[in-house]
């Protein structure tokens, strides 16, 4: 299964993505070779909407997981991006 992280990279102090490279490196190897694991970084306002729509746009027919990283903003955006995809 595909395993999508958006990240405000501002987030957290700025330390929001070493903190979660840091914990998908602890991840099992086990558990990586059944699942990607996968890192898309905003980079402006709207970022994070228009990647989650995007990927679910581009896995449609396939089930993946969407975690948004940052804070409240970020969450909002990807919630948004999702809306509407049943997978």
Do not use: R
């Not at 102090?13 to 699942?35: F, R, T, V, W």
């Not at 993946?64 to 991006?81: K, Q, S």
């Amino acid at each position: 299964m595909k395993n999508y992280f958006i990240i405000n990279p501002i987030a957290g102090d700025g330390k929001g993505l070493a903190k979660i490279e840091a914990l998908l490196a602890k991840i099992d190897p086990a558990i990586k070779m059944q699942h990607e694991f996968i890192l898309k970084i905003t980079s402006a306002p709207a970022d994070a909407k228009i990647i989650a729509k995007t990927l679910c746009e581009e896995n449609k027919d396939s089930w993946i997981n969407v975690f948004a990283c940052g804070g409240d903003g970020t969450c909002f955006e990807v919630l948004n991006g999702i809306v509407g995809y049943d997978k």
